[in-house]
């Protein structure tokens, strides 16, 4: 795993991007899966780490890690209020106890019922190379006036911010 020198200053894409994630918690995961098909499922995002890895717990056993092996290609899609974020990047299965720990919060037993010591949790940690985002002012009131306005006038609506942010890595 590469290295985090923890006095590196964050770049601004990765700024904004947590800015973006801030208060969203599931995430759409998509992953190649057998044939070529795409299949997407809700995973909940643990944490954007300095380095710029998105950390998920999985079960081992999982069509998700066997995807994931076959294809590290990956995608995950966050919706948050007004706010859509859709992440481009390398998915790894990872077997960190100390990691695990620093991540673990005791609902998740629902799901590990061993908790920590569950033979079948494991890590995915995302590489994140790019993301895309949409991020829409105010509500629904105000995006419906926006809509009018442009039905009256003619003129686009403002529909907020969008951009494309690239995400660099350390290295070992």
Partial sequence: MPTQDSSRVPEPNLVKLRSLLQGGRIGMMTTLGEEGRLCSRPMAMQELDPGGYLWFFSGLHTHIVTEIRRDDRLNVSVVHGNTYVSISGRGMIVEDPKKAAAL????YKAWFPKGLEDPDLTLIRVTVETAEYWDSPG???????GY?????TGQAAD??????????????
Avoid: D, I, M
Avoid at 104 to 107: A, F, I, K, S
Avoid at 139 to 145: A, D, R, S, Y
């Fill in 159 to 172: 529909v907020g911010e969008h951009g494309e942010l690239r995400v660099s890595h350390p290295t070992t």
């Fill in 139 to 145: 509500g629904p009131v105000t995006n419906l006036v």
């Fill in 104 to 107: 673990w919060n005791p609902l």
């Fill in 148 to 152: 009018v306005k442009t039905l009256a």
